[in-house]
């Protein structure tokens, strides 16, 4: 996954346009390789970028609020954990 677009689903506030639409340009040049499409191509990558943050929202606006939980390695069975590192 890319490690510049930040998690928002779980913030304190509500997701903004601004960070939806730039966690869809992130994704989008990670799909198509593209930092900066040429002229030919500007058409398609803003129409991917655009079809990518509508989806977002709606992805956003349907999953209940709350706080992301994710299991840290405290959370995780020792003996799991020791087993992992042996």
Known sequence: MCRSIKTLRGT???SS?????AAALQFVRKISGYRVPS?????AFDA????IAASSRRLLDTLP???RTT???STIPRS????RSA
């Open 71 to 73: 299991p840290t390695v």
């Open 48 to 51: 991917a970028v655009d079809e």
């Open 80 to 83: 799991i954990s020791k087993t």
């Open 39 to 43: 002229r030919a191509n500007q058409p």
């Open 17 to 21: 346009e601004e960070e939806i639409r």
């Open 65 to 67: 609020a709350g706080p």
């Open 12 to 14: 304190e506030a509500a």
